[in-house]
């Protein structure tokens, strides 16, 4: 919340707007006093890596009522107030949805009791409202992801991780509550991003026997050599008969059917606690500004609107049309219609629920009921990595083989790139050799970054002696350059005309086709977490400024991004060229800053930004042109950026890909089998994609189509969506306009946001 906050705030000034904090959410409203205070760009200075929210939040049952909102319309009349931001859950938005509504009716009481004048209701004849949803249980309708949920969903990841190292050494099973009430969204990605057995939740109650069901799986487990047991309960987790099915009674039957060493974590408000992750950083940052841009933008007639984010673009939705389709959510699973109740959630939630439902079975079925399932013969697929190491790729290799096998197919493990397909490093994968992947970093089939280059017939040669009908490539751009040899030498080498994807898996996020690579955001939050530290380190120091160096190759993501997360004065990258006037300016801001009471500044490089205006230079810079000023200090962060186990967000992400892998490619083979079983030639462009997450979708994009989307020189796309937020980072740094007391807007230049 603090980083929304923080963007409210510093958009406004921006726009020449007067702000003000409203403390202790409608209970200051009402109040009115010191709880409705001017903020100004200083104001919201170093808040943007706490958790929690630094103007209060409390729940107020007086608001309610209209002799309460009478209170807080006179108390927002009296500052010259008629624009509200709000940031909550549901409740909260609907209350704010009410308290603009009866806005004509409240002026009007209030001016009969004499308690504003006739000028003042008409300078506030209309209150706009924006909201901006806060809820760590992304039960939101409409909102792709709620404002706190990405950092709770670490909190939980990061308590499961610490919980199995010492589940494995005793043995013991582990039943972890989660937060949600009325939406099991934590529960089930949790589970799915921690290979945990079993999952509790809401939407979808488990079977009348569950027990049964639970102590049959937990016991076959442990005959084949499981050490331990991870389950979730979300904390609204029901039966189908709408009874609470709670962590104790889950333990009493484990310890009573099992006689299972059995141990209880409810982690409780730690969920809501601690630093947010830099998705949520950027989202708040992202929702603030767009939430101001809607109310400079608001009319007299214009809907009370939420601001959310759909893929990657911000968007305003009508908040009473998302409210309804949230209480349907709710009337679905009151009438046990639990189908519809996980339908109502989303397609993401729905594919969540599947797609941990198929990963957690105790072993896949006989062959005969897969190939039944899936209506096709039995193919030899492979999986390889290429490129440099990135968190994510495991999850990845997990997800492929299981559904794989699923499916009734043979897969090859292809250790250490191209070199070991050459070489034969061939490993037939089997279910249980992916067990415990989901949480490792680094890619444990190995990888290198050699390409095939002039030994493709060598490569050739191996797809022929294995049999390779289908191939997986998890890397970044090197892998994107593999495939697309491959593709290339189909003519020469028909070993090549088979169905060939490639999951995009590197810090960078340097690859076309795609709006995330596999890694990047565990690198994200690895920079932004450091960042956070350095910082802490000068608690003690007054003005220092941070020069801080950053991974990507030629591409800025990481800077850029880094740059939103971590609150950064400066972020330079080699796609927004700078000059030497630039980085003067860019000093000249700093000074001032440091003038009005601004102690610690942070300035980002991405590694390749610039050949001559590197960040030696740019330390040199600082370091002379702020001397008596403050004091500066360099980092070159390495190759820790790179280390480190997956976040929930790449675990998630690589689980789905690598099963709409497996579904890409034997969809391709099974157009391409004519009844007797025979493969026909694989060639079509479409057969050899780049499977990319690209706005709310899982696309597939033909290499071929690719090609002219790319900077091969810089290896980077020549597109890049993110390029956007760079105007949205300087203005959040800077503080360039000032409102004016008779309230005469500034005139400011055109952002492009």
Known sequence: MNSAVRAVVRMGVYLGCKVHFVKEGYQGLIDGGDNIAEANWASVSGIIHKGGTVIGSARCMEFKEQSGQMKAAKNLIKKGISNLVVIGGDGSLTGANRFRESWPTLLKELLGKGEITQEEAETHQHLHIVGMVGSIDNDFCGADMTIGTDSAFHRIIEAIDAIVSTAYSHKRTFIMEVMGRHCGYLAIVAALSSEADFVFCPEMPPPEDWPKV???????????????????????????????????????????????????????????????????RILGCRMGAEAVLALMEAQPGTEACVVTLEGNQAVRLPLMECVEKTKAVAKAMEDKKWELAVQLRGKSFQRNLETYMMLTQLKPPAVSTRVILCSQPKYTLAVMHIGAPACGMNPAVRSFVRH???????????????????????????????????????????????????????????????????????????????????????????????????????????????????????????????????????????????????????????????????????????????????LQEDLFHMASKMAEGVQRGLILRNEKANENYNTEFIYRLYTEEGKGLFSTRMNVLGHMQQGGAPSPFDRSLATKQGAKAIEFINDVLKKNTNIEGKLSRVDAPDTACMLGMVGRQYMFTPLKDLLKETNFDQRIPKKQWWLKLRPLLRILAKHDTVYEEEGVYMTVEKTGL
Request: neutral net charge; glycine residues 14%; hydrophobic residues 35%.
């Open 214 to 280: 639970l102590c049959k799986k937990l016991s076959q487990e442990r005959e084949m050599g499981q050490r331990l047991n991870i389950i979730i309960v979300s904390e609204g987790a029901i039966d189908r008969s709408g009874n609470p099915i709670t962590a104790e009674q889950v333990r009493d039957v484990l310890v009573k059917e099992l006689k299972q060493d059995t141990r209880i974590t409810v982690l409780g408000h730690v969920q809501r606690g601690g630093c947010p992750s830099a998705f949520d």
């Open 404 to 582: 794989g096998i699923w499916r009734g197919n043979t897969i090859y493990g292809i250790h250490d790139g191209i070199d070991g397909l050459i070489t034969g490093e061939f490993q037939q994968m089997n279910w249980s050799d992916v067990t415990g992947w989901v949480g490792l970093g680094g890619a444990m089939l190995g990888t290198k970054r050699t390409l095939p280059g002039n030994r493709l017939s060598d490569v050739a040669d191996k797809f022929k002696q294995y049999g390779i009908q289908g191939l997986l490539i998890i890397g970044g751009f090197e892998a994107y350059q593999s495939a697309l040899q491959m593709y290339e030498g189909r003519k020469k080498h028909p070993e090549f005309c088979i169905p060939i994807a490639v999951i995009p898996a590197t810090i960078s996020n340097n690859v076309p086709g795609t709006d995330f690579s596999l890694g990047s955001d565990t690198a994200l939050n690895e920079i932004t977490e450091i960042c956070d530290r350095i910082r802490q380190s000068a608690q003690g120091t007054k003005r220092r400024v941070f020069i801080v160096e950053t991974m990507g190759g030629f591409c800025g993501y990481l800077a850029t991004l880094s740059g939103l997360a971590g609150g950064a004065d400066a972020a330079y990258i080699f796609e927004d060229r700078f000059t030497i006037k630039d």
